[in-house]
């Protein structure tokens, strides 16, 4: 390793960076946290104020409540993807485009996409009530009522999310042993057997990432419900979309960097086990 | 599956993930009257390309893409330059408070961004970036994952290379540039390619930092439309298709760097 006058070059400016827009941030909120501060007035100490008052509000434990379970859309993502990376394991030319099929939904924005799926959604007008209606089935409120407009979000999410972990299965099947698939196929296991003794196993790690990937998304999910249901009470929507009225809206500064540390410790387990899946050795 | 429904199952699949795109596409191509038809056509009859002219003329459309164009290249450019600096400091160099770095950019990899908005939104305000294209650049001009990625392109390269640049008395600089970019190179477009797309997307910290509309990206163009056109879809599913042409044209041209990059972990 070379000590050298340059080093300083290359090193600064993350020095710099992380000093100004991550170390300083992070202690600012923290002890905003425990601040009245709206950015206008000076601002006071008032010690966990935030805190009491945040935790005997009812709409953030409904919020919380909403963002949690959002993680229901884990295990159908999951059992989707693991499915279609199965279907589509194989490198051929036919595999490929149904790969990029499911993939143009991940690449879409998430206001284009929110746009997109207002207006399938319609109440009216929309092509799903309408194909309901005709199937016989009466109409959804998917915007106006909850816990349907939650349903609304998840099927975006599930959506948009499908083929990007199809993707991360994908990476995980390329690596799993095709040996012991072959001897299993030698001892007559049937293709259902296989996959649920031979190759899932190998793929629990890569499941765990998914998992983890798709749970802290969930936590995290606000612009599909500023897109889509702005005008929703409060407590049908997230911890951010919370977080972001009182901070961006209201500029309860104070106030938000509470709710921003609490949602920090309710998502710091999944973001550890995040971390260590990216650095494990075996990553695909 | 090695039936024969697989393709029809995969095919139904590829069809549900088509069709809303599709069914965005025919709005933006119908007229007023067409768009509330009951029961709804399918198929594209008595299409017109009058609500791009109309949405284009109604809303700065050219700006709002300016303004992105602007913003993404930044955002893109200088996340490339300062990750695979630091990344290639944090691999391949030694120097005082290097353990530190890393902490910083493990720490900051935890941290959810939607926390971060609240304080940087202070420090934007106290340094006069609020309407200002540096206002969304600067405070993100360092991606974490993108540092923790090069970092680890770096490491991959064996050591023997660098101890015989330095033996041919290479400085950490050309090493650096002449030796270790090129090996990197595919890392290198993966995070370039990345940072393009979240750049092009993102929406929230755009719309706290900018909040005079002539700095307004299409992101937040659109959702502007939204209000201004409550009755009138087609002109919002114009500006949506609009919107979305550049990263399916990206997507597809990158294909391959966007699987190697998935593949590596990076995005979401």
Redesign the interface.
Known sequence: ????K??????L???V??A???????L??FI?SFREEN?ITAGSFIGFENYTVLLTDIVFWKVLLNSFLYILVTPILIAASLM?A???RGNNRLNRI?R??????V??????AG??????FAED?G?IN?LFS?LGISSVKWLSAFPENMLAVMIITI?RG???YM??ML?GLAVTDADIEEAAILDGAG?WQRVWHIIIPQLRSTIV?VFV?SS??AV?L??EL??LIPGAPMAQKTI?SL??RE??EKFN?GY??AI??L??LF??GL??A??K??DRPD?? | MKNGLRPILLSVVALLCIFPFYWMVLASLRSAGDIFQFPPQLLPVNISLSNYSEIWNAVPMSLYFFNTIVITILTAFLNVLASSLTGFALARLQFNGKKLLFLCVLSAMIFPKEIMMIPLFSITVKLGLIDNYWGVVLPFAIDALSVFLLRQAYLAIPKEIEEAAYMDGCKPFSLWLKIMQPMVKPTLIVVALFSTMGAWSDFMWPMIVLQDPQYHTVQLGLQGMQGTFVNNFRFIAAGAVLSIIPVFVIFIVFQKYFVKGIFAGVGK
């Open positions: 390793m070379a000590k050298s340059q080093t300083f070059f290359f090193a400016p993350a020095f960076f992380f100004v827009f991550f170390c300083y941030p992070v600012y909120v905003n950015l279609l199965l279907a589509l149904f990029s099929a499911f993939f143009f939904p690449v879409t924005p998430l206001v284009t746009i997109i799926w207002k207006w399938m007008m092509i309408y005709s959506w499908a083929g990007y993707m991360i990476a293709y990432m990937i802290i998304a995290k606000f612009t500023y897109v951010v977080l972001f901070s961006f500064m938000g960097s921003g540390i949602l920090f998502t710091l973001s550890i995040n971390l899946l990216l990553k695909p």
